[in-house]
């Protein structure tokens, strides 16, 4: 099979605006003196928190944890004191109870933080208990518990394991930055993946704007017969892991479905290199690579920030805006991203990027009425009507909303992009979606 230049059906091309951050250096965040750690950063049940206002707390210690199947426990990301457990506001728009900490500066490590062992010698369900204890989660934007996504039904066969390195959203290079810099990593994760789930062969699927990254990968990767490296064509949304899977498989997922569905499981390239740490290093997933762009930063960075750091000290480190005030900050890129109503949110296990806009930049474009131009039909990646479940949205119709398969959208964003009229049509459709979630619940 040629693994060159893959790609999907639909899509849009959009800017990149990589070049603001992709050729700085990756280098550490300034250690914060306090730090906020969400108990409810995944996807699944909110943790409990295991300590208490005044417990001294050392780096990577546990301290939150739940006992539902999906969720995910919390690490300190610093020694030092808990002052606090309060609500507070997180990146993602939710109020959850955060265990605040005041550091001491000294980074003593916990003493459960050590190797787990020579990966030969684990057992599948060791390294999915590794995985699980680390508090490992998508690190892509959805932070889905990734013990649970390697643990499917025994009905649902898998044959072949995809490591998302597309990172296909503007502005964003955190991923590219931790390939250049952790290839080797990368690989030893994929194979803990490989042994997890009893997988003969993964591919990691990466956008061919990244040559250099495709390079070191395949060098990374040159004695692992079973692991092969795809370059896929450069169009969005090409990191949602459904078009990987048609882009690198040619198989679609069923409306409804998951991957699984079709035997394949996807993982980010940072949630890879996470699992890597686990098994070699008993290191819980305490900090990440966070992207800090755009045209409203002084000096945007890829800085190696500790979970819990507020955006304020990442933008300062950055130099901070630019002239005037900033038009818009957004957790994550322009096309999924979420936009902040502060700078005094933590970063989470899923913060791969702040970006800054500027205010001539986040300017509203006045809205007109639709035309039936069809183009966000015609770039809709999942072969949906965004002009059909956008109307039936903003007229409270969320049945119909619901018969047009509105679940099945990726909220990827490319019909409002298109879109001549510049209707909010994922705005909508996203409503649509979780007034048609709630009502599930309610009725169950």
Same mark, same amino acid.
């Given at each position: 099979?040629?693994?060159?230049n893959l ?5 849009v $091309?959009?800017?990149?605006?990589? &070049?603001?951050?992709?050729?700085a250096? !990756? ?6 003196e ?7 950063q *995944?996807t ?10 005044g ?21 300190s990301s610093v020694?030092?004191k ?14 959850? $109870?955060?265990v605040?900490?005041e550091?001491d500066? &000294? $980074?003593?490590? *916990? ?6 062992g020579?990966?030969e010698?684990?057992?599948? =369900?060791?390294i999915?208990?590794?995985?699980k ?7 892509g934007?959805?932070g ?5 996504k ?5 009905? =649902?066969?898998?044959?072949?394991i @995809?490591?998302?390195?597309? &990172? /296909?959203?503007?502005?964003l290079?955190?991923?590219?930055? %931790?390939?250049?810099?952790?290839? &080797?990593?990368?690989?030893?994760g994929v ?16 956008e061919?704007?990244?040559?250099d ?14 692991? #092969? ?14 078009? !990987? ?27 890879? =290199? ?8 008993? #290191? ?18 890829n ?14 480190? +950055?130099?901070?805006? $630019? ?6 900050i957004?957790?994550g890129?322009?096309?999924m991203g979420i ?5 005094d949110v933590?970063v989470?296990?899923?913060?791969g990027?702040?970006?800054?806009l500027?205010?001539?930049?986040? #300017? ?5 009425? /639709?035309?039936?131009?069809?183009? +966000?039909v015609?770039?809709c990646?999942?072969?949906?009507q965004?002009l059909?479940l956008?109307?039936?949205? %903003?007229?409270?119709k ?10 099945? +959208?990726?909220? /990827? ?5 298109? /879109? ?8 909508s459709?996203?409503?649509a979606?979780?007034?048609? @979630?709630? =009502?599930?619940?309610?009725s169950?």
């Amino acid at each position: 099979m040629n693994l060159k230049n893959l790609t999907f059906k639909g899509g849009v $091309n959009v800017p990149h605006y990589k &070049e603001l951050s992709e050729k700085a250096p !990756l280098e550490r965040a300034v250690e914060p003196e306090v730090v906020t750690i969400p108990l409810h950063q *995944h996807t699944g049940a909110p943790c409990e928190p295991l300590v208490k206002p005044g417990d001294e707390v050392k780096v990577g210690q546990k301290i939150g944890q739940s006992d539902a199947f999906v969720s995910a426990p919390v690490h300190s990301s610093v020694s030092g004191k808990v002052k606090s457990i309060t609500p507070m506001a997180i990146p993602t728009g939710l109020t959850v $109870n955060c265990v605040v900490i005041e550091s001491d500066g &000294e $980074n003593q490590v *916990h003493e459960s933080v050590k190797p787990r062992g020579n990966l030969e010698e684990l057992s599948s =369900k060791e390294i999915i208990d590794i995985i699980k204890e680390a508090g490992i989660t998508g690190m892509g934007g959805a932070g889905f518990p990734t013990y649970v996504k390697l643990s499917p039904p025994s009905d =649902k066969k898998i044959d072949t394991i @995809i490591i998302n390195g597309a &990172e /296909c959203e503007p502005y964003l290079t955190a991923d590219h930055k %931790l390939m250049l810099n952790e290839a &080797e990593k990368i690989v030893f994760g994929v194979k803990a993946i490989m042994k997890a789930v009893n997988v003969e062969n993964a591919i990691i699927a990466i956008e061919n704007n990244k040559p250099d990254a495709i390079k070191l990968l395949e060098k990374a990767s040159e004695n692992e017969a079973n692991i #092969k490296v795809a370059s896929l064509k450069v169009k969005y949304p090409q990191g949602d892991e459904k078009r !990987l899977i048609s882009a690198t498989l040619g198989r679609a997922v069923p409306s409804g479905g998951l991957p699984m569905d079709v035997g394949a499981i996807v993982c980010n390239v940072s949630t890879t =290199k996470a699992i890597a740490d686990a098994v070699l290093e008993g #290191k819980p997933l305490y900090e990440r690579i966070v992207t800090v762009t755009g045209n409203g930063i002084k000096e945007p960075k890829n800085l190696i920030a500790k979970i819990g750091t507020p955006f304020k000290d990442l933008i300062a480190q +950055c130099g901070g805006f $630019n002239e005037g005030s900033p038009g818009k900050i957004v957790m994550g890129g322009p096309m999924m991203g979420i936009s902040q109503f502060t700078i005094d949110v933590p970063v989470i296990k899923g913060s791969g990027g702040i970006l800054v806009l500027t205010e001539e930049e986040a #300017k509203p474009v006045p809205m007109g009425p /639709c035309i039936k131009c069809g183009k +966000c039909v015609e770039v809709c990646p999942v072969n949906l009507q965004p002009l059909y479940l956008s109307s039936y949205s %903003l007229k409270d119709k969320f049945d119909k909303a619901e018969e047009l398969h509105a679940l099945d +959208c990726v909220e /990827c964003g490319g019909c409002s992009y298109i /879109c001549p009229a510049k209707r909010p049509l994922v705005e909508s459709i996203r409503v649509a979606k979780r007034e048609i @979630i709630s =009502k599930r619940k309610r009725s169950n």
